[in-house]
C-alpha cells in the first residue's frame, strides 16, 4: 500500500479517484498553523484538546501532527526520564500530549520538502526589497540596518 507524501495529496495510491480529487482541495498548510498556534499560545495539548479548542474534529487536524513533528515544528512532551507524558481524552484512552518547538532553527534541518527553507528565502527576498525601496527615497544606512535585522 502507497501512501501519500505529505507535500502532495492527501490521498493513498490505492484509493478511489474521488479521494484524490478531494485531497486536492485540503489547505494542509493552514491546517499545520492552526496546529502549530494553538500548540503556541496556549502549551501542550493531546489532538484531541487541540481539536477542540479549534472547533475541528480530530479526523481533520489528527493527520497534521506526524508531519509537524517530521519538520520540527512540535514534539511530543517528555518527563525528565524521557518518557512521553500522557492524558486522558475523552474515551479514558491516554492521548499523547504535544508541544510547540520554538527552535526555529531545528526547522530547517528536518524539512523533507524544503518549505521551510523556501520560505525563508522569500522572506528574505522581500526584506532586500524593501531595503532598496527605502534606499530610493533615503540613503540613511541607520534605516536598512534596522530592516536587514528583520532577516531570518
Not at 131 to 139: F, K, L, P, Q
Request: proline residues 5%; charged residues 40%; hydrophobic residues 30%.
Amino acid at each position: 500500500m502507497t501512501f501519500f507524501d505529505d507535500n502532495k495529496g492527501g490521498a493513498r495510491g490505492s484509493d478511489p479517484r474521488t479521494s484524490h480529487d478531494a485531497a486536492k482541495l485540503v489547505n494542509k498548510e493552514a491546517k499545520e498553523r492552526i496546529v502549530r498556534h494553538a500548540l503556541r499560545d496556549h502549551g501542550p495539548m493531546t489532538m484531541e484538546e487541540v481539536s477542540d479548542y479549534a472547533g475541528m474534529s480530530i479526523n481533520t487536524l489528527g493527520p497534521r501532527f506526524a508531519p509537524l513533528r517530521r519538520k520540527n515544528h512540535i514534539r511530543k512532551s517528555r518527563f525528565t526520564d524521557g518518557s512521553v507524558i500522557k492524558r486522558p481524552g475523552a474515551s479514558g484512552s491516554d492521548r499523547e500530549v504535544h508541544e510547540y518547538q520554538p527552535d526555529k532553527t531545528l526547522w530547517l534541518e528536518n524539512d523533507p520538502g524544503g518549505y521551510e527553507e523556501r520560505r525563508r528565502e522569500n522572506f528574505n527576498a522581500g526584506i532586500d526589497a524593501a531595503i532598496e525601496e527605502v534606499r530610493r527615497w533615503d540613503d540613511t544606512d541607520e534605516i536598512v540596518e534596522d530592516i536587514r535585522k528583520l532577516k531570518i
